[in-house]
């Protein structure tokens, strides 16, 4: 079965570049969610979309933005990078409105190292 | 607000002992989730179980068996007769069941290590 699908899975910038991570969400899931997971810590939420639309933000910087496009996939775009952004980055799919069943499917995560 | 505590840091067995993970939530809503999720050292996190708020039946799956109780907002993990490859940080999580909004907040984990 399709999972959720992250690119890159590593990534390495030096502080003050931008990077962008990608999320495929599993096919008919129109819900997506954002964690960042710092070294140590637990996921936090960051941001989620419903039918390409901002549903919930949580801990998210300024230097950072997402979208969700028309075919489901969202982007994760950070700039001006800090050593604190280093982190894991996961995203999760959902199906949303079409069948509340509380569950959340996670990718593998895309890991960034800032240096 | 909900908060999800794990108050074990870190625990250490012997393999092919039985330990328990504890859970303890806090939430307004009458309707919620449940969750334990296993992330081992390769980083991916791993869906273990998933349990609505009206259902305290308790489960197991094999070597796993979760305890909800609702009483006391608890929702604790078992592992029988633990194996290495168990060893891995756990962690508990909440949802709203709110339709379209599965955002999960979790605990800080526990980091169970067992040893051969």
């Known amino acids: 079965a399709a999972g959720v699908i992250q690119s890159p899975r590593h990534l390495i910038k030096e502080k003050r570049e931008t990077a962008t991570l990608k999320c495929y969400p599993i096919?008919?899931?129109?819900?997506v969610y954002w964690y960042q997971q710092g070294p140590g810590q637990d996921p936090q939420f960051l941001i989620s979309f419903y039918e390409k639309m901002q549903s919930d933000k949580g801990s998210i910087p300024d230097r950072f933005s997402a979208q969700q496009f028309s075919d489901y996939h969202s982007e994760l775009n950070m700039s001006s990078l800090e050593l604190g952004d280093s982190a894991l980055y996961f995203c999760?799919?959902?199906?949303?409105?079409?069948?509340?069943?509380?569950?959340?499917?996670f990718g593998e995560g895309s890991r960034l190292t800032v240096l | 607000a909900q908060k999800v505590t794990q108050a074990q840091t870190e625990i250490s067995v012997v393999e092919k002992e039985d330990v328990t993970l504890d859970c303890v939530y806090e939430t307004r809503d009458t309707t919620y989730y449940l969750f334990w999720y296993k992330q081992p050292p390769s980083g991916e996190l791993v869906f273990l179980i998933r349990r609505n708020s009206f259902d305290e039946q308790n489960e197991i799956s094999g070597r796993y068996s979760w305890n909800f109780q609702k009483s006391t907002s608890s929702f604790n993990f078992t592992i029988t007769a633990s194996q290495v490859v168990d060893s891995a940080v756990y962690f508990c999580a909440l949802s709203e069941a709110n339709f379209g909004n599965e955002k999960l907040t979790f605990g800080t984990g526990t980091r169970l290590t067992i040893i051969p």
């Open positions: 096919p008919r899931h129109d819900t």
């Open positions: 999760a799919s959902s199906p949303g409105l079409a069948r509340n069943t509380g569950e959340l499917f």
